[in-house]
């Protein structure tokens, strides 16, 4: 991988500071909360939690071009957890692959922009991942695909914890392992919450960085919201040149809205009118 910020492919590269995509982040927030009102669509939590995990992908470190998102050498980035998909369809709007105000679709009948992820609809959208533990699969085919090919492009995969609890997940891990797959980076967007209850009570999923290097992965854990941090440990990989790499993003569920946050009833939740306009209140520029 690429340790530069800048496209390999001369590809234009947004330069912004951590100030500005901080901005860029609460703005996906502000989209989010009503594309959920909207949309009449849940699992906003989960959506908040991995903005910045995204933000960061896509003007940090993903070598992509809005106008061409479907060119062979492009890096890929695979939202594993499909049900946050109003956070990348967010992101990617931003990002320019679609116009913004078609983001006032989601969830509505005859939208390209379904409550869970096609490839069907929106350019930039890599694979369809309703179904959990299926996302570091198809970005390890993918992955493989780019070496056959001699395609020097990297594949990010963004997985929940609690999609960990996935035997799939860990076939997955040891392939990849066994192929030497270095031009791929997983990230466990570990909010600590999965539909039932806290992650580490369904499942002894603790401790994470140590089970993915036992599989033979580099692994290190990095906070989620943590635009630099993020930015800096994506850009090192792989942490092994003969491994692939497992970043653990500790993160809050509910991130930028304080009533939301850390609380697993908004897994499910929709806003109404009035919790839309505190959030929104919340997440206003500053």
């Not at 390999?8 to 901005?23: C, I, N, Q």
């Not at 910045?52 to 062979?72: C, G, S």
């Amino acid at each position: 991988m690429s340790h530069v910020p800048q496209s390999r492919k001369g590809r234009p590269t947004p330069e912004r500071g951590d100030t500005e995509l901080a901005r860029l982040a609460r703005a996906v927030r502000r989209e989010i909360v009503q594309m959920s009102h909207r949309g009449r669509a849940p699992h906003l939590g989960s959506c908040l939690s991995c903005v910045d995990i995204l933000v960061t992908a896509y003007w940090r470190v993903l070598d992509i071009d809005p106008a061409r998102p479907t060119t062979e050498d492009r890096d890929r980035l695979i939202l594993s957890k499909g049900h946050a998909a109003a956070a990348l369809y967010a992101t990617l709007a931003h990002r320019g692959f679609f116009p913004m105000d078609e983001l006032a679709t989601f969830n509505l009948p005859g939208s390209r922009l379904p409550e869970q992820p096609t490839p069907q609809g929106v350019p930039g959208v890599e694979a369809a991942t309703g179904s959990l533990g299926h996302g570091l699969s198809i970005g390890l085919g993918m992955a493989l695909a780019g070496r056959i090919n001699g395609l020097d492009y990297r594949v990010l995969v963004v997985l929940s914890d609690g999609e960990c609890n996935e035997g799939s997940v860990w076939e997955a891990a040891m392939f990849a392992a066994a192929q030497r797959l270095s031009n791929v980076v997983a990230i466990v967007d570990f909010n600590r919450w999965q539909a039932t209850g806290r992650s580490e009570q369904v499942m002894a999923l603790s401790p994470l960085v140590d089970k993915f290097a036992a599989f033979g992965w580099s692994a290190r854990e990095v906070d989620g919201h943590d635009i630099s941090e993020l930015a800096e440990s994506l850009r090192q990989a792989p942490l092994d040149p003969d491994k692939p790499t497992a970043l653990i993003a500790r993160t809050v569920k509910g991130k930028g809205v304080s009533f939301m946050e850390d609380d697993n009833n908004w897994h499910y939740r929709i806003p109404s009118d009035q919790e839309l306009q505190a959030a929104l209140d919340e997440l206003a520029e500053s």
